[in-house]
């Protein structure tokens, strides 16, 4: 059969989505990607933000006008949120959040499905990775949250924390790894509290150490995590350079009266301390953030010290966000709305100061090597453009001969040059270009 699976949103939704297309997989169907016909649409909705919504709503519509015949099964935060709705969208099934891991098996329970009739791993490709999916894999290691922020949906739709078991993670690590994949990123919805639903108080921790000494994973990176689940000693495990150094490290507000309103446990002081911290032990470290504006009851003066805060972190990424109220979240009820307005020029502000630091960020490494792990090619000439990821999260492009086949390496570049959103490399299957030459083809950007 031939099964498309699809999502929106956060690398968690994208983690579920590519261990269902493995398990999809496994049993023997055939991995689709966009524009390849499919029996089985699975599509994977979010519903963090209004825009969210809108945009989960618009993708299924799109679904369901472009691949008529397909049966749709639609689930995630969206449609755990508002299942009628979902529905009324000309989805064939909404599946809640709860039965999501046991999408295979559902299927198969309601006829949706027949049982694979093609040899059970004869779907993956040459290199063991899936068609349709990426080459890093997304590894979902713990779901929901125990917090309150009182702008947050999302624990309304994933309930409170729980995590899987070290041993099944391990598992499923070195399954990864023999099937090709060069890097593992762990994702959940509170990725810090890992663990502590089991009695573990660093969890965590006690994971990536499991898996630095049990797997031979090239690359385990780790998704977003809260300031406050961090403690200095977690960053020691950053000595092994299997462990990619980027943090995602959602800040949310960079003013302690708009952090208290957000219920979020932490403060300018605390979250300085933990960067610190961090870049004190991890050479070259990114770290990205998420930031919301306009969020009730931010005055000029609040939105002023959050920006001043944001520079003086001097982030490597910015992920703006303006404030929308959703219902059942403690701060749709807040007073003090922020005018329209302001909101959005608070939103470009924040967003010119986001570019900003992001080109300060990559111009540190012009004149430098980068360990890349290369994912896709475009035609370029006579050969093509490489695109791949550094290990500080940084997009790296370089050009090489058409007969070079880098998908999937991990391989060296040396930074030549930097322009918006990406980095000049030259690797060493480089070839002599225009690409690289000053001010040639930037545009092209
Ligand atoms: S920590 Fe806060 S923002 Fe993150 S999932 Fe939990 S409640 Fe939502």
Same mark, same amino acid.
């Given at each position: 059969m031939r099964i498309r699976v699809d999502s929106i949103g956060c690398r968690l939704n994208i983690g579920e989505m590519d261990a269902l297309a493995r398990?999809?997989?496994?049993?023997?169907?055939?991995?689709?990607?966009?524009?390849?016909?499919?029996?089985?649409?699975?599509?994977n909705t979010c519903a963090v933000t209004h825009i969210a919504s809108r945009k989960s709503r618009k993708v299924i519509r799109q679904l369901r006008r472009t691949i008529p015949n397909a049966k749709?099964?639609?689930?995630?935060?969206?449609?755990?949120?508002?299942?009628?709705?979902?529905?009324?969208?000309?989805v064939d099934l909404v599946v809640p959040n709860t039965d999501k891991e046991r999408l295979p098996e559902l299927l198969t329970e309601r006829g949706f499905i027949a049982p694979g009739e093609a040899v059970p791993g004869a779907a993956l490709d040459h290199q063991g990775t899936l068609?349709?999916?990426?080459?890093?894999?997304?590894?979902?290691? !713990?779901?929901?949250?125990?917090?309150?922020?009182?702008?947050?949906?999302? &624990?309304?739709?994933?309930? /409170?924390?729980?995590?899987?078991?070290?041993?099944? +993670?391990?598992?499923e690590v070195r399954d990864l790894v023999r099937l090709g994949y060069q890097e593992v990123v762990l994702t959940g919805v509170h990725l810090g509290s890992f663990g502590r639903d089991h009695g573990a108080a660093?969890?965590?921790?006690?994971?990536?150490?499991?898996?630095?000494?049990?797997? /031979?994973?090239?690359?385990?990176?780790?998704?977003?995590?809260?300031?406050? /689940?961090?403690?200095?000693?977690?960053?020691?495990?950053?000595?092994?350079?299997?462990?990619?150094?980027?943090?995602?490290?959602?800040? !949310?507000?960079?003013?302690?009266?708009?952090?208290?309103?957000?219920?979020?446990?932490?403060?300018?002081?605390?979250?300085?301390?933990?960067?610190?911290?961090?870049?004190?032990?991890?050479?070259?470290?990114? +770290?990205? &953030?998420?930031?919301?504006?306009?969020?009730?009851?931010?005055c000029d003066?609040?939105?002023?010290?959050?920006?001043?805060?944001?520079r003086s972190t001097e982030f490597s990424r910015l992920h703006v966000f303006r404030y929308s109220p959703r219902e059942? &979240?403690?701060?749709?009820?807040?007073?003090?709305?922020?005018?329209? !307005?302001?909101? &959005?020029?608070?939103?470009?502000?924040?967003?010119?100061?986001?570019?900003?630091?992001d080109t300060r960020f990559r111009r540190g490494f012009v004149g430098r090597d980068l360990e890349v792990l290369w994912e896709s090619s475009e035609p370029f000439g006579d050969g093509a453009r490489w695109s791949g990821?550094?290990?500080?999260?940084?997009r790296v492009v370089t050009d090489v001969p058409a007969e070079a086949d880098l998908r999937n390496t991990i391989q060296p570049a040396t930074i030549v040059g930097a322009m918006p959103g990406a980095l000049y490399g030259r690797s060493a299957s480089s070839v002599e270009t225009d690409l690289f030459a000053p001010g040639q083809r930037v545009a092209a950007y």
């Amino acid at each position: 059969m031939r099964i498309r699976v699809d999502s929106i949103g956060c690398r968690l939704n994208i983690g579920e989505m590519d261990a269902l297309a493995r398990r999809f997989a496994v049993k023997g169907h055939r991995i689709v990607g966009p524009g390849e016909g499919a029996d089985l649409v699975v599509f994977n909705t979010c519903a963090v933000t209004h825009i969210a919504s809108r945009k989960s709503r618009k993708v299924i519509r799109q679904l369901r006008r472009t691949i008529p015949n397909a049966k749709l099964v639609v689930t995630g935060c969206y449609a755990e949120l508002s299942p009628a709705a979902t529905k009324s969208l000309g989805v064939d099934l909404v599946v809640p959040n709860t039965d999501k891991e046991r999408l295979p098996e559902l299927l198969t329970e309601r006829g949706f499905i027949a049982p694979g009739e093609a040899v059970p791993g004869a779907a993956l490709d040459h290199q063991g990775t899936l068609p349709g999916v990426r080459t890093r894999a997304f590894l979902k290691v !713990q779901d929901g949250c125990n917090n309150r922020c009182t702008f947050c949906i999302i &624990t309304v739709a994933r309930g /409170d924390a729980r995590s899987r078991s070290v041993a099944e +993670i391990i598992e499923e690590v070195r399954d990864l790894v023999r099937l090709g994949y060069q890097e593992v990123v762990l994702t959940g919805v509170h990725l810090g509290s890992f663990g502590r639903d089991h009695g573990a108080a660093h969890g965590l921790e006690g994971l990536l150490r499991a898996l630095l000494r049990d797997t /031979d994973v090239p690359r385990v990176r780790l998704s977003s995590l809260e300031p406050w /689940d961090l403690r200095p000693e977690l960053f020691d495990l950053w000595s092994d350079p299997r462990v990619l150094p980027h943090l995602h490290l959602p800040l !949310q507000s960079g003013c302690d009266a708009t952090l208290a309103r957000m219920a979020r446990n932490t403060s300018q002081r605390e979250f300085s301390a933990i960067v610190h911290a961090a870049r004190d032990r991890i050479p070259d470290l990114g +770290i990205s &953030t998420d930031v919301i504006v306009g969020f009730p009851g931010e005055c000029d003066a609040e939105f002023e010290e959050s920006l001043d805060f944001v520079r003086s972190t001097e982030f490597s990424r910015l992920h703006v966000f303006r404030y929308s109220p959703r219902e059942g &979240t403690a701060a749709a009820t807040m007073p003090g709305r922020v005018d329209p !307005q302001a909101v &959005t020029e608070r939103s470009e502000r924040m967003h010119r100061l986001g570019a900003e630091l992001d080109t300060r960020f990559r111009r540190g490494f012009v004149g430098r090597d980068l360990e890349v792990l290369w994912e896709s090619s475009e035609p370029f000439g006579d050969g093509a453009r490489w695109s791949g990821l550094s290990g500080n999260y940084l997009r790296v492009v370089t050009d090489v001969p058409a007969e070079a086949d880098l998908r999937n390496t991990i391989q060296p570049a040396t930074i030549v040059g930097a322009m918006p959103g990406a980095l000049y490399g030259r690797s060493a299957s480089s070839v002599e270009t225009d690409l690289f030459a000053p001010g040639q083809r930037v545009a092209a950007y």
